[in-house]
């Protein structure tokens, strides 16, 4: 089964930055996409940012611009770089890869990490 873990949330001032990573682990025999979400008390979860196997990216309006989704494959773990942060970034975020496990098939998987919460407050 493959598993995704979450690290690098926390408290930061308004403007900071943070790193958020989602590393896998278990065999993955290919990749659809990566997705960063997050979800603020209330509100509904939000899709952040995107990245197809290709390397394609696709992000929310509201992070356009000061957010980047990246990955290092050799590591198997999913980024995301947060800049300029905004009170209202503050939210749990989730990382979720849309995966084949297994050679020949066309079964797509999604797989969430655990969530990290991040808090943007001076």
């Known amino acids: 089964q493959v598993q995704l873990v979450e690290s690098g949330g926390g408290l930061v001032q308004p403007g900071g930055s943070l790193r958020l990573s989602c590393a896998a682990s278990?065999?993955?025999?290919?990749?659809?996409?990566m997705t960063w979400y997050r979800q603020a008390p209330g509100k509904q979860r939000e899709l952040v940012a995107q990245m197809t196997s290709a390397g394609n990216t696709n992000y929310a309006d509201s992070v356009k611009g000061r957010f980047t989704i990246s990955r290092d494959s050799a590591k198997k773990t999913l980024y995301l770089q947060m800049g300029s942060l905004k009170p209202e970034d503050s939210a749990v975020y989730y990382c979720k890869w849309t995966i084949i496990t297994r050679p020949f098939s066309s079964r797509q998987d999604d797989v969430w990490g655990q969530g990290t919460q991040v808090t943007v407050s001076s």
């Open positions: 278990g065999t993955i025999f290919s990749i659809i996409n």
